[in-house]
């Protein structure tokens, strides 16, 4: 099915929010430490659909800049839905998500103070201690400010850098040009 970037882009979110809320339903801790990979072989895979599809729109011929607007566009549509989703998710429906999400990161860091004192040989665990007293359980926290950020980041990377490469991949010029 041949959808123009703005239908494609509700398609592509809709995707990306119904796989947030079955990952995190089925294992929230596994949801926090691997959602943005399984998340970002979603959106190349879709990148190069919008592409593809744009590229059939236009009768097969699709130029670079046309393409990576397509792309850019739907992927827009597709992250403000992502991430208004997840805040949705990790606010109301699964809370804990916040909780789980601190305590693996006091877990990450308890494990690089075992590998510095490995590697080093000194003792830094009160370093490492003040440190993780430092990073309070809000600091993880999903909020509004957060979301906002976190979109503006996911324009750049993926939306941007990974959108150039859809597009490189998607463009077909016209034959003799």
Known sequence: MVNNPVNNGLIFGGVLAI????M???????????SSFLLF????????????DQRKLNEGILSFGEAFKAIFFGSTIAFAICTGFEYVLNNFIFPDLNTIRHEQMMGIFDWM??????????????????????I???MTMITASTSLYNFFVRLIFPGAIVGLIAALI????????
């Open 41 to 52: 072989i979603i959106v190349v895979i879709f990148m190069i659909k919008i592409g593809r």
């Open 113 to 134: 103070g075992e590998v510095v004192e490995e590697t080093s040989g000194e003792d830094i665990t009160g370093d490492m201690e003040e440190a993780k007293d430092s």
């Open 170 to 177: 998607t463009k077909k010029d016209p034959e003799g040009v």
């Open 19 to 22: 796989t947030s809320f079955l």
């Open 24 to 34: 995190a339903f089925i294992s929230p801790e596994k949801y926090v430490l691997y």
């Open 136 to 138: 309070t359980a809000d």
